[in-house]
């Protein structure tokens, strides 16, 4: 990876520029039976998209803080690139009330409207799909993020310096995030081409380095999984032959 990456998303950047069709995200819900795999470029594709609607649709500028009322999944992962892409902060279930804009899963929508600002919803279901009833006073994510451009560029330029990340009452530059993520990195024994599967949530740093930014700032993947607590007996130790794992965060 490039040592002068100094936010996620140039960590992103250089994911691509690097080997753009190497996994990036696997993601299971074993709740649902889902799985979804997404290469870097697959991936990078979802946050451009994702950041232009971000900067255009909803008018977000660098600074703005955006509450993030997410679980781990692969859909909360663009949010946060996307969020670094624009210079946006994000504040993972931080409270809605005192945001710019708030994005919600299913599951938080009432909390979510006390945000005064945009809200989008996310319905979480298998391939990204939409709400059989988009939820009044939000924007539906699958409906609204599909026509978005494929590439992105900021308005204006991202400072590495400025805040970038909120979580468990802690806030983080972009420059933080990216050096965490690389001494995590060491801390676990993830290097390029590991492959690191998380079970934590994430509503912790732990859950976000774990299941994203660790893995990312070296050149590794990850197999993000939710609800694990609902696999079969024996099905931890096939996923990890399966997915060819390395390290694993419970």
Do not use: I
């Not at 946050?47 to 008018?59: E, F, H, R, S």
């Not at 409906?143 to 009452?169: I, K, T």
């Not at 993947?221 to 007996?233: K, M, P, T």
């Amino acid at each position: 990876m490039n040592a002068n990456d100094r936010t996620p998303a140039d960590l992103l950047r250089s994911a691509l520029a690097a080997d753009p069709g190497r996994p990036l995200v696997t993601f299971y819900d074993d709740a649902t039976g889902e799985r979804v795999e997404l290469s870097v470029a697959t991936f990078a594709n979802w946050v451009a998209k994702t950041a232009n609607l971000l900067q255009g649709d909803l008018a977000a500028e660098p600074g703005d803080r955006a509450v993030l009322l997410l679980p781990a999944h692969w859909q909360t992962a663009v949010w946060l690139l996307a969020c670094s892409s624009v210079g946006v902060v994000a504040d993972v279930g931080g409270d809605p009330a005192a945001a710019d804009l708030v994005v919600s899963g299913p599951d938080t929508l009432e909390a979510a409207r006390a945000c005064s600002g945009e809200r989008v919803a996310l319905a979480l279901r298998p391939l990204g799909g939409r709400f059989p009833q988009p939820p009044g006073g939000f924007a539906d994510y699958a409906v609204e993020v599909p026509g978005q451009g494929d590439r992105f560029a900021p308005y204006a330029p991202v400072d590495p310096d400025a805040p970038a990340l909120a979580v468990g009452g802690a806030e983080l530059s972009g420059t933080g995030v990216v050096e965490r993520a690389r001494a995590d990195a060491g801390r676990l024994g993830v290097t390029a081409g590991s492959r690191v599967l998380s079970g934590l949530s994430y509503g912790t740093w732990e859950g976000l380095s774990c299941g994203l930014y660790a893995a990312l700032a070296v050149g590794g993947s990850v197999v993000l999984c939710r609800h694990l607590d609902q696999l079969a007996e024996g099905g931890l130790e096939k996923r990890v032959e399966d997915e060819r794992v390395t390290v694993t965060v419970r």
